[in-house]
């Protein structure tokens, strides 16, 4: 298939890949940024422009995967050229594009992406959705030429999916910078925790999250939770969170324990 991706960033840039790789051809990577149109452009072997009135008609597809609020805009240049375009945002519904044409569907990876990291797209949860079922039907085709897991969700379904997926990503990762914090100003390293973040995230491959829930707040220890927010007196935004998550934990490891 020849695809044209709309955009430069870190998704871009993951999923320009993985359908070279699959045996695709990348026609053209648009970018307001030239230079980085250009970098993502000479690793797939395509062209780089950064108008939208350069865009060739001679594609089967408009990969869209710019931010949220920038969409409609480029989708409704894109529509005069009368080919399927898709968006790859887990937050913006299929009407988005659908406003400006029909031909039109959703190709969301549900994974977070940096540059500077490798990710097996193999293993990407892809969320389809269709203007009808033969537009769904030829993404699910493509879709599995770069993944083993592809799913048909609704726009309704995938912003469930985008809010747990900041639960699961964002606000961890949040955290994680927040320990980092805490350790630095006691001149000790993050390095310490790794381990324990890995195995903690090894036991939820196995076992669902609640179920292998540990720390003060599941044991009841109420004296170690009284001494970690004294020793945060001079964060009293994180005495908050600290309590608030606490109280969280306290919640579903009860309702867990009611329910046997």
């Not at 959703?106 to 033969?134: A, H, I, M, W």
Request: aromatic residues 6%; glycine residues 4%.
């Amino acid at each position: 298939m020849r695809i044209t991706i709309i955009g430069s960033g870190n998704v871009s840039t993951h999923m320009a890949a993985a359908f070279k790789n699959a045996g695709h051809r990348i026609v053209q990577v648009y970018s307001r940024d030239l230079q980085k149109a250009w970098l993502l452009a000479y690793h797939v072997g395509a062209e780089a422009v950064d108008h939208l009135d350069h865009i060739l008609p001679d594609t089967d597809l408009f990969v869209i995967a710019i931010k949220d609020d920038a969409i409609a805009q480029v989708a409704r240049a894109l529509a005069v050229h009368n080919k399927l375009m898709v968006h790859t945002s887990g937050a913006t519904d299929l009407d988005t594009l659908i406003a400006f044409t029909a031909n039109a569907g959703v190709f969301y990876p549900l994974q977070t992406f940096s540059k500077v990291r490798e990710v097996s797209f193999r293993s990407v949860p892809l969320c389809l959705e269709g203007g009808n079922d033969e537009i769904l039907a030829q993404l699910k085709e493509l879709a599995y030429t770069i993944s083993n897991n592809v799913y048909a969700v609704s726009s309704a379904q995938r912003r469930v999916l985008h809010l747990a997926a900041v639960f699961a990503c964002n606000f961890p990762n949040y955290l994680y910078n927040t320990a980092r914090q805490v350790l630095a100003r006691n001149q000790m390293d993050f390095e310490m925790l790794r381990p324990l973040i890995l195995e903690t995230a090894l036991k939820v491959q196995e076992q669902m999250p609640g179920e292998v829930q540990t720390g003060p707040a599941v044991r009841n220890d109420t004296g170690t939770m009284a001494a970690h927010l004294q020793m945060l007196n001079d964060t009293p935004l994180l005495q908050d969170i600290y309590t608030l998550l606490s109280q969280g934990i306290i919640k579903n490891n009860n309702e867990i324990s009611a329910n046997g």
